[in-house]
């Protein structure tokens, strides 16, 4: 199996800054994108950032220019730097891993247990 475990959310005022961070394991071939996603109660989960394995980015319009995300594909790691938080960035963030687990195998989407990012004074 693959786990996705995400650390490094938590309570900031508006203006500050966070650093989330994802690392997969287990049987693990290769990675492809990874990204982050957010959540709020009754509104649909939606992209924040993403990263392919060949260093391309996105983001979404609502964090360009305050997040970066980064990746560390010897670990199997994926990073984001939320800078000038605001009230609205409160949300669960998902990480997100595009997986294959074997040489010939298909991809897969694994998702890890979500981290709390509060943003209020």
């Known amino acids: 199996q693959v786990q996705l475990v995400e650390s490094g959310g938590g309570l900031v005022q508006p203006g500050g800054s966070l650093r989330l961070s994802c690392a997969a394991s287990?049987?693990?071939?290769?990675?492809?994108?990874m990204g982050w996603y957010r959540q709020v109660p009754g509104v649909q989960r939606e992209l924040v950032a993403r990263t392919t394995s060949g260093g391309s980015t996105e983001y979404s319009d609502s964090v360009k220019d305050r997040f970066t995300i980064s990746r560390d594909n010897a670990k199997n790691a994926v990073f984001l730097q939320m800078n000038s938080l605001k009230p609205e960035d409160t949300a669960v963030y998902y990480c997100n891993a595009a997986v294959k687990r074997t040489r010939l195998g298909y991809e897969n989407n694994y998702w890890g247990q979500g981290t709390q990012v509060t943003v209020s004074s």
């Open positions: 287990g049987s693990i071939f290769s990675i492809n994108a």
